[in-house]
């Protein structure tokens, strides 16, 4: 186990998925929380196919793939969320629309230029490989950034999650810490897709908070129980990955899968044992 | 004081009028009860008064000192809260976060105020417990004691008795009557219960789709629109 542990830190590409990867785990599970109790899970999901159109695009027009992907998916998140909120069109129909639309302009595009590249392949599905010095470099500079927002906003994200009418009643500015999350959100997302792949980036969001939640009883431990939860399933994950050379977000997702499945068995036995 | 005033005030969704011209005062302390069936405009003219929606006619003035961060609101119960993995403590808390602006975190006055109001309401053994795992009665308190700590001055609860027990109801309004009279909030509530209101409130607002009524609660009683709809239910 440690030898292995010393052959992986020993690959430069090894060292900078497990720094970047880590962090964007730490980002996606805090305000995964917040988007599976405010029941915008999906916008995680929506805003990844977002993405992968972005990079499409940026790969057609050859220019650099985060510095293309980063506006565009924010202004998708803002959209989302405005569409959300004005339940015109019903929020769910909504983020369908536009992560299905997204797909299929970037699927287009990719067939008309330069067919499916590696690069873009490894978009779709992930790879521990794709990292390159300046998309670590990128990865944490913006994941500290979205944890000290995240510290700094903690309180109001609270109770904007908890009861959006009451906090807005009371004088709170809703709308802003909607926003604040929604753009922490489509930062965090671009950031893992390269790891995770466009397909699979939102389980990283949604699972370790669903997880946390079946058996922690105040917000404040399930934050840091998703946390952990994601380091490790990441860790885990990426380790498997390496070993049995399995794409590295599904290996990530099929540990999620599995502590997902503990914790509830853990969860139920607690509350049977009260009854 | 008149710490609300409406003046021909009607709300309105795309489609539809509610609440056609509404005039009437709250003063301070006040136990002000809006009662009606359902559809007419109840939940609407609270969220109007709590700022949250624009009327469409008329106006809402509130007296000077009298800001959004110091109303205190208790919201009809949403599905969604009740599995809402939360400490008692947090949701409390939460009410504070008015008076914090930018700052993070919470300072020492406001967890003492917090521990305050949830002595207060009975339920500081549940510090710790988890919003989720409480009875339908204690997420109430919870959520009362959390509109306490946001206001000094002034409650509105939307329907705050729906689901309680007849026990969890009477406890209930014993609480409010004595914020009330000993910590002299203002008290503006939804109830479906014309009986309870009646025996409680000062004054009544009874909205229904033609007309409304407001007044002294002796004078609702007397009322055609308040011997109509609460003597019916005295006779049976
Ligand atoms: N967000 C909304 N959009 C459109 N119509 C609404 C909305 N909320 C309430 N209404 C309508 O306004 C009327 C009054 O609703 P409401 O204020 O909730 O009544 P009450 O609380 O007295 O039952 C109802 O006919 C309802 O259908
Ligand atoms: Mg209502």
Redesign the interface.
């Known amino acids: 186990m440690i030898d292995l542990m010393t052959e992986m830190v020993s690959y430069p590409f090894m060292v900078r998925a497990l720094v970047a990867g880590i962090l964007i785990s730490l980002c996606a599970s805090v305000l995964g929380v917040t988007l599976v ?3 915008y899970s999906m916008i995680g999901d929506g805003l990844s196919h977002v993405g992968f159109g972005a990079l499409a695009i940026a790969a057609a027009l050859n220019m650099a793939p985060l510095a293309v992907a980063i506006p565009i998916v924010i202004a998708a998140a803002i959209i989302l969320l405005r569409l959300t909120e004005s339940s015109k069109i019903k929020g769910d129909a909504a983020i369908a629309v536009f992560s299905t639309g997204a797909l299929a302009i970037g699927v287009t595009i990719v067939s008309l230029t330069t067919g499916m590249n590696a690069d873009l392949y490894s978009y779709m599905f992930g790879s521990i490989l794709a990292m390159s010095m300046s998309d670590v470099v990128l990865s944490v500079v913006l994941s500290i950034l979205v944890l000290i927002l995240y ?6 994200i ?2 904007v999650t ?2 959006e ?8 500015k809703t709308g802003f810490y909607n926003m604040a999350i929604a753009v922490l959100t489509a930062v965090t997302v671009v950031l893992g897709m390269k790891m995770m792949g466009a397909m699979l980036i939102s389980s990283l969001i949604i699972f370790p908070g669903l997880t946390a ?1 079946r058996i ?5 431990s ?1 934050i840091f129980c998703a946390v952990a939860v994601s380091v490790i399933s990441f860790v885990i994950g990426i380790t498997v990955s390496y070993v049995y050379a399995t794409p590295a977000g599904a290996s990530i997702v099929i540990v999620d899968i599995i502590l997902f499945a503990l914790f509830s068995i853990a969860g139920w036995i607690r509350s049977g044992f009260k009854r | 004081m008149a710490l609300l005033t409406c003046d021909n005030v009607s709300f309105a969704y795309e489609d539809q009028i509610v609440a056609k011209q509404l005039s009437f005062q709250i003063n301070e302390g006040d136990y002000l009860c809006i009662v009606g069936e359902n559809g007419t405009g109840k939940s609407t003219l609270i969220k109007g008064l709590l700022g949250l929606k624009k009327p469409y006619k008329g106006t809402i003035t509130t007296a000077d000192g009298l800001r959004a961060t110091e109303i205190g609101y208790v919201p009809q119960q949403t599905a969604a809260q009740k599995d809402f993995p939360a400490s008692v403590y947090e949701v409390v808390l939460s009410g504070c976060l008015n008076s914090r602006g930018l700052l993070p975190g919470y300072s020492k006055a406001d967890r003492e105020k917090a521990m305050k109001q949830m002595q207060l309401l009975g339920i500081e053994e549940l510090k710790y417990k988890s919003y989720r795992d409480l009875s339908g009665g204690q997420q109430r308190r919870v959520l009362l004691a959390r509109s306490l700590c946001a206001t000094k001055k002034m409650l509105l609860l939307d329907e705050p008795m729906t689901g309680l027990d007849p026990v969890a109801v009477a406890e209930f309004y014993q609480l409010l009557w004595k914020l009330n009279k000993n910590h002299k909030i203002t008290i503006v509530m939804v109830s479906h219960d014309i009986r309870e209101a009646i025996e409680h409130a000062d004054y009544m607002l009874h909205l229904s789709h033609e007309e409304y009524f407001f007044g002294k609660t002796e004078e609702y009683k007397t009322s055609n629109i308040g011997r109509k709809f609460w003597g019916g239910l005295d006779n049976d």
């Open positions: 109790l405010k029941r510290v700094f906003l903690y309180e109001k609270f109770a908890f009861d009418t009451f906090a807005r009643a009371t004088g709170t939640m922690c009883k105040s917000f404040k399930v």
